[in-house]
């Protein structure tokens, strides 16, 4: 587990919001996803080629990007990152590797910071920093060599479940999203998983209650404010196109999750497709993170945004 990874789960302990991992993994029986035995070999590279990169700009009071645009002319097609950290935390520093790799494949990438639980917020205002985001990127369009007609999402973890949670709102104008072992629904993260873990996920201490409902408020006694905050809830045959990645030994969001979202898609007549990573787990918060980086996974995701941004 790295080190950024860590600060993240030592800052949810201070906060009383203690990330865990199940002891057990769920495991994922979905007839419908592409089963994949990762080569992690080939790694991406920490460098990139020339290109324009602008830092800590602010597009909300507290809240900034960082813009990596690829070499050669544009405009490019914009992706936008919304890194993970279990809703308290969302550093938009994170997967800097893996970012640089999309780059380099001929798109803008604009990693965001979003609200969470440490400020008291709850997905609606990280919704809210989304759409934000999403207006001043395309208003900047010029400046950063984007095209604001041919834009993505792209999320980890929480992230992928904002991601997911606004590209089902057509106001925000979202042509493909790339979900990262996402969540759906809050109150079945830990489906499968042993007892303590699933205690801890819908207990008082965790994050996940407080950033769907606020705090103190508990799933059980609002089924209807926890089914609008399910992107399930959301979709619609002009949701855009999702590609879907899970590990099958994922300790912190039950697979589950994103079967369910896939199946959804599938009964809307929504193009998407999923695929299960044998032996891999939860981004970095794993023991196994190597397929995460590898570029048979970039790749793929890649591939995907060619077809949906570029080819389409």
């Given at each position: 587990?790295?080190?950024?990874?860590?600060?993240?789960?030592?800052?949810?302990?201070?906060?009383?919001?203690?990330?865990?991992?199940?002891?057990?993994?769920?495991?994922?029986?979905?007839?419908?996803?592409?089963?994949?035995?990762?080569?992690?070999?080939?790694?991406?590279?920490g460098g990139r080629r020339?290109?324009?990169?602008?830092k800590g700009i602010e597009?909300?009071?507290?809240?900034?990007?960082?813009?990596?645009?690829?070499?050669?002319?544009?405009?490019?097609?914009?992706?936008?990152?919304?890194?993970?950290?279990?809703?308290?935390?969302?550093?938009?520093?994170?997967?800097?590797?893996?970012?640089?790799?999309?780059?380099?494949?001929?798109?803008?990438?604009?990693?965001?910071?979003?609200?969470?639980?440490?400020?008291?917020?709850?997905?609606?205002?990280?919704?809210?920093?989304?759409?934000?985001?999403?207006?001043?990127?395309?208003?900047?369009?010029?400046?950063?060599?984007?095209?604001?007609?041919?834009?993505?999402?792209?999320?980890?973890?929480?992230?992928?479940?904002?991601?997911?949670?606004?590209?089902?709102?057509?106001?925000?104008?979202?042509?493909?999203?790339?979900?990262?072992?996402?969540?759906?629904?809050?109150?079945?993260?830990?489906?499968?998983?042993?007892?303590?873990?699933?205690?801890?996920?819908?207990?008082?201490?965790?994050?996940?209650?407080?950033?769907?409902?606020?705090?103190?408020?508990?799933?059980?006694?609002?089924?209807?404010?926890?089914?609008?905050?399910?992107?399930?809830?959301?979709?619609?045959?002009?949701?855009?196109?999702?590609?879907?990645?899970?590990?099958?030994?994922?300790?912190?969001?039950?697979?589950?999750?994103?079967?369910?979202?896939?199946?959804?898609?599938?009964?809307?007549?929504?193009?998407?497709?999923?695929?299960?990573?044998?032996?891999?787990?939860?981004?970095?918060?794993?023991?196994?993170?190597?397929?995460?980086?590898?570029?048979?996974?970039?790749?793929?995701?890649?591939?995907?945004?060619?077809?949906?941004?570029?080819?389409?």
């Amino acid at each position: 587990m790295r080190l950024t990874m860590r600060l993240i789960m030592a800052l949810a302990a201070l906060q009383g919001r203690p990330i865990r991992l199940s002891g057990v993994a769920a495991g994922d029986d979905d007839p419908d996803s592409v089963v994949i035995t990762p080569d992690p070999r080939p790694r991406i590279r920490g460098g990139r080629r020339a290109g324009r990169g602008h830092k800590g700009i602010e597009y909300s009071p507290g809240l900034k990007i960082d813009v990596l645009a690829p070499a050669g002319p544009g405009p490019h097609p914009l992706v936008v990152y919304l890194p993970g950290g279990g809703f308290v935390s969302a550093r938009r520093m994170m997967a800097g590797k893996q970012r640089r790799y999309v780059a380099d494949a001929g798109f803008v990438v604009a990693s965001i910071d979003y609200r969470t639980t440490t400020v008291g917020a709850t997905y609606h205002d990280g919704l809210a920093d989304v759409a934000t985001a999403l207006g001043f990127l395309r208003s900047h369009a010029a400046e950063y060599d984007l095209d604001p007609d041919r834009v993505a999402l792209w999320g980890e973890s929480a992230g992928a479940y904002l991601a997911a949670m606004a590209a089902t709102d057509p106001d925000n104008r979202v042509d493909a999203v790339v979900d990262l072992f996402g969540a759906s629904k809050l109150d079945e993260v830990a489906a499968g998983f042993d007892a303590a873990m699933v205690a801890a996920i819908t207990g008082p201490k965790s994050a996940i209650p407080a950033y769907v409902l606020g705090p103190g408020r508990a799933f059980a006694d609002h089924p209807d404010e926890v089914r609008q905050a399910d992107p399930v809830s959301r979709v619609t045959p002009g949701t855009p196109p999702f590609l879907l990645l899970h590990g099958d030994d994922d300790r912190i969001i039950a697979p589950s999750q994103t079967a369910r979202l896939h199946q959804a898609l599938r009964a809307a007549g929504v193009s998407t497709t999923r695929y299960v990573v044998k032996g891999a787990g939860h981004g970095e918060l794993s023991d196994n993170p190597a397929p995460w980086t590898g570029t048979q996974l970039m790749n793929l995701i890649t591939d995907f945004l060619h077809t949906t941004l570029i080819q389409h």
